[in-house]
């Protein structure tokens, strides 16, 4: 998966979780939780359906690395490349 | 078995608009079934029947507003049908003996808070629906005598009833049991009531405490289309009405205490990393959980203030959920202290998606007996809440945050959450309020037990 397939799936899996939100004119290096309101409950279910799309298994110690888009787009793209 | 009327789901809610039915005339229900939906200011509530029967006739339209208490629906017994042949015999020994189990469990007098009046019972727990296993039972009278000849009935419908010179005796009761509620003496106080109990009772006009004054059912179906700004409008209002009524009536106290939430987080951290992503806990269903099993060991600050304090025959803990675009709602996690930490995940899972998509059931908005705020991990680091009337008890958690700590004579870093609780200090005492902090505190400290 590259960047750019990344980045469509957690426009994908954003818009589960919050519909509103509008990956485009984000600030992809700010936090998404404080970006787009997202509760604790809200960024577990980003990780889950994440798994299920793509078997990735996020471990918690990991989740600091996802808190932004450019974040969440490197990790997806870089494991989607060399499974952990 | 007869009529069923439009619930209270909420102390905020005084007319309902039904949007959509999911029973006809002719179909059986069980108790915990959804039968209607039904718009609120604040969202639209999957509302169930709180009886079996058959449904007879249905008596509101969709589209039609109306005030709390309108009769919705006539539902006939089930026995009059088993008898036709329709249904089979009813085996009524388990409905017996929840009914004793219930009347054992709720100290005399029954009483619960007006709000709940017409809510149905509480839905199984664990959040799997057992309706369908649950063998039919012969239908449940709700006479408001009692064989010992004392008419259960609330402190403040007696109080009423009293000053109106009504014999109690008279009324059919629409609380638990068929306990008579202060709303109930606003209905007339025919014999025909009492005496024929089932589907033919018929009354005239829901003169509901509460209610508008003359509101009346209206067509128009304003509520269900109204966009999402009008939606917003309607929560706001629905909000200001009761935090101002909880301002206003409840004399609250605040109680605070910082906790260390250092055992809890290695505990987590270290279930979490042997779990798959789908079966995590977060902090909050820890929280959750000492704070409903806090609840049922300190007195006076789970439950209802309804002319005296009424203590609850569980804990059911609303927890407030925040909707996108703004607003909260505060349904109820049933029998929260009886749940394993798993269990509770998963419900509190499931009650923030269907709160967040509108699919509540009417028996989690109308049920809490204590509520909890939870910031969680973008919040401030202190919330000193405002208690759902008629609950007497709010605790808040703020945001989980490394501070410095010492813990014998050292100075280390811990993570701490700052626990506060608003309490009715007509039912306790700041004291019953502390308490219950250091209760959770101290389950906090051991969180493989909880």
């Known amino acids: 998966m590259n960047t750019d397939d990344a980045r469509s799936l957690l426009e994908e899996l954003l818009g ?60 997806v793209s870089s494991a989607s490349r060399s499974p952990a | 078995m007869g009529e069923f009327r439009m619930p209270s789901l909420g102390a905020d809610m005084d007319v309902g608009t039904v949007v959509e039915w999911r029973v006809r005339p002719g179909d059986e229900v069980h108790r915990g079934d959804i039968v209607a939906l039904v718009d609120t200011e604040k969202s639209t509530i999957e509302v169930e029947v709180f009886e079996d029967g058959i449904v007879e006739e249905l008596l509101v ?36 003996a929840e009914a004793v189990r219930e009347a054992e469990a709720v100290p005399e ?34 006479p408001a005598g009692r064989s010992d000849g004392r008419v259960r009935a609330s402190p403040l419908a007696r109080r009423r009833a009293a000053d109106a010179g009504i014999d109690l005796s008279t009324l059919r009761g629409s609380g638990p049991g068929g306990a008579v509620l202060a709303a109930d003496l606003a209905a007339p106080t025919d014999a025909d009531v009492q005496s024929a109990p089932t589907a033919e009772e018929h009354r005239p006009e829901p003169a509901v405490s509460g209610a508008a004054p003359g509101a009346e059912a209206e067509p128009g179906a304003e509520g269900s289309t109204a966009g999402a700004k009008d939606r917003q409008a309607a929560m706001r209002h629905a909000i200001a009405a ?35 992503v789908g079966e995590r806990l977060l902090p909050a269903v820890v929280l959750l959980k000492a704070t409903a099993l806090a609840a049922r060991e ?12 009424q203590e609850p025959p569980a804990v059911h803990l609303g927890v407030a ?40 059931r009417s028996s989690e908005m109308s049920d809490p007996t204590i509520t909890v705020s939870n910031l969680g991990d973008q919040g401030a680091e202190e919330v000193l809440g405002v208690i759902y009337p008629p609950q007497v008890g709010l605790v808040g958690f703020g945001r989980i945050v490394e501070r410095p700590w010492a813990v014998d004579g050292m100075i280390g870093v811990r993570p701490v959450v700052r ?10 005492d700041g004291h019953d309020g502390a308490r219950l902090l250091t209760t959770i505190d101290r389950l906090l400290q051991a969180p493989e037990a909880l």
């Open chain 1, 16 to 75: 589960r979780i919050a519909p509103e939100v509008d990956l485009a004119g984000a600030d992809p290096t700010a936090s998404m939780q404080e970006s787009f309101d997202l509760d604790s409950m809200d960024f577990l279910n980003l990780v889950t359906e994440l798994h299920e799309e793509t078997g990735i298994e996020v471990p918690e110690r990991d989740y600091p690395k996802l808190r932004t888009i450019e974040g969440f787009v490197d990790y």
């Open chain 2, 61 to 96: 339209e969709p589209g039609a507003e109306v005030p709390v208490g309108t009769p919705l629906a006539r539902i006939g017994a089930v026995a009059e049908a088993a008898a036709a042949g329709t249904a089979p015999a009813p085996p009524a020994a388990p409905a017996e």
């Open chain 2, 109 to 142: 007098p029954e009483t619960v808070p007006e709000p709940s009046r017409a809510a149905p019972p509480r839905a199984p727990s664990g959040g799997k629906r057992r309706r369908r296993a649950k063998p039919l039972a012969a239908p449940q009278p709700a």
């Open chain 2, 242 to 276: 009761l935090m101002a009524r909880s301002k206003r009536e409840i004399p609250h106290y605040y109680v605070a205490t910082t906790i260390d939430f250092g055992a809890a987080r290695t505990w987590l951290d270290d279930q979490n990393a042997r779990r798959g």
């Open chain 2, 298 to 309: 300190a007195p006076h600050v789970n439950g209802f203030w309804d002319d005296g304090f």
């Open chain 2, 321 to 360: 959920v925040s909707l996108r675009g703004g607003g909260l709602v505060a349904p109820a996690i049933h029998d929260a202290d009886r749940m394993d930490l798993d269990g509770l995940m998963g419900a509190l899972r499931d009650l923030v998606e269907r709160a967040r998509s509108g699919r509540l």
């Open chain 2, 419 to 428: 626990a506060t609780f608003a309490g009715d200090h007509r039912a306790s």
